[in-house]
């Protein structure tokens, strides 16, 4: 779900709702992380650091591995019957 919203643009992106609950009111939001932040220096601080930093370079490289991988490698997809012979 993360790696799907990455891929939005950023206009397309829905603001984020007032959540009493989270920190910050649920405003200070890191999508690489999924995490809340209590205000903005904090989250600009953890922009800065070595694990927010790892996380970008796992989140831009190849996409994750999806239900239907999981499947077919478990053998549980499509059959494969080989090519359809012509029948006379």
Known sequence: MVYDNLKKPDEERKPLPVDEDLPGMGQYYCLHCDRYFANV????????TKRHKKRIKVMLGPA??????????????????????MSM
Request: aromatic share 4%; hydrophobic share 35%; net charge negative.
């Open 64 to 85: 994750p591995h999806t239900q239907l991988d999981a499947d077919l490698a478990a053998g549980m997809g499509m059959p494969d019957n080989g090519p359809k012979l």
């Open 41 to 48: 220096t904090v989250r600009d601080e953890h922009f800065k």
